[in-house]
């Protein structure tokens, strides 16, 4: 999650048809995260993934290296120093050769930029890892998806963490434990690269009605007692990408089990403006709906991601006054 700070909340968030260099302006604000996937495809099928709907198996896709290297050439630009994760609803690892080649040219692009890899570590072992220090990675989230012999429930999860643990030789410290249902092990690659090793019943939290799992906007059949009113900051703060350049909302949707590509709210390629399309109408209009704390319709009715802000009660104020004052230059109806 991207650090948001309402300080970079400002008008050129709501505006339409604003110039190359004021969009430009906008996104080196405001942009802390920019989260894209090099690829498509999944060694697993986790019941909480929507990969568990749509197909992510049976094909590779790779990023385009004329998408991949136009989002790094105008990263390069503004001299990008936030985030850049390497994620969205694939295994990033899959195909060795691939994945350190494309993380290379990130940090030969990027510098400053911290490169941090979302991956189910099945490929990992330690001369893997050994790589991807080499080449730059700031920080990986490896999360044991199954125990050694396909299990899900912690013990076994764990077991399976150990295994790895061991197999990457590293100290590593601990927190969690079958009892909280979660076991966190994390440790510093000698060259700097900041490892996560994590096991988790996704499961938990059932008897109170709420998973622990995200529903991913709804797609998932996970139970949630929880609606949301808190305000969504994620556009305000972040570029999330997938392989083919479709633009998500966020990193909670996944284009492919929503029909008609019904939350995508745009299509790069090798010739697009990635800030003009990060200010375009449908971010626009996500943004107005998002600063709000009333409760919020599908996709987003369920969902508790970002809820960690301090400053709610700050937030709630700045928020009341800058719709206030929006929806009477916009005449819009005030709802809020
Ligand atoms: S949760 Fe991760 S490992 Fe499991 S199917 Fe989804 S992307 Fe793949
Ligand atoms: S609240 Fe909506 S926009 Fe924000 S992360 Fe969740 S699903 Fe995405």
């Known amino acids: 999650m991207a650090n948001v700070s309402l300080k970079n909340v400002g008008w050129d968030h709501f505006t339409r048809d604003l110039s190359d260099d004021q969009a430009q302006a906008a996104f080196k604000r405001s942009v802390s995260l920019v989260a894209f996937a090099i690829s498509s495809y999944c060694n697993r099928q986790c019941t909480y993934c929507p990969n568990s709907i749509a197909d992510r198996k049976s094909t590779q896709n790779l990023m385009s290296d ?181 633009i998500m909302p966020c990193c909670q949707i996944q284009n492919e089990v929503f029909d008609h590509d019904k939350y995508v709210m745009g299509k790069l390629d090798g010739d697009s403006n990635i800030f003009q399309a990060w200010m375009n109408a449908s971010f626009i209009a996500w943004r107005i709906k998002m600063f709000s704390f009333e409760q919020k319709d599908a996709p987003c009715t369920t969902c508790s991601y970002g809820m960690m802000m301090t400053g709610v009660d700050e937030l709630a104020a700045s928020v009341k006054n800058f719709r206030q004052v929006l929806f009477q230059a916009t005449g819009a109806k005030q709802s809020a």
């Open 66 to 246: 004329d998408l991949f290297f136009n989002i790094l050439r105008q990263l390069s630009r503004i001299d990008y120093e936030g985030e850049i994760n390497i994620t969205r609803y694939n295994e990033p690892l899959a195909d060795k050769e691939y994945a350190l080649s494309r993380l290379r040219d990130i940090r030969v692009f990027l510098p400053k930029a911290r490169i941090c890899i979302f991956t189910n570590g099945d490929y990992m072992d330690r001369a893997y890892l050994d790589d991807l220090a080499r080449v730059g990675v700031t920080s990986i989230m490896a999360t044991v998806h199954a125990g050694p012999g396909g299990q899900t429930d912690i013990e076994s999860l764990i077991k399976e963490q150990d295994r790895r643990l061991k197999e990457l030789d590293l100290p590593f410290a601990f927190e969690g434990s079958v009892a909280e249902k979660f076991r966190l092990a994390t440790t510093t690659h000698p060259k700097g690269l900041h490892l996560t090793v994590a096991a988790h019943d996704f499961y938990r939290g059932a008897e109170k009605g709420n998973v622990w799992a995200f529903d991913r906007g709804g797609a998932l059949d996970i139970p949630k007692k929880f609606r949301r009113t808190h305000p969504c900051m994620v556009q305000f703060s972040e570029l999330n990408v997938e392989w083919d350049g479709s």
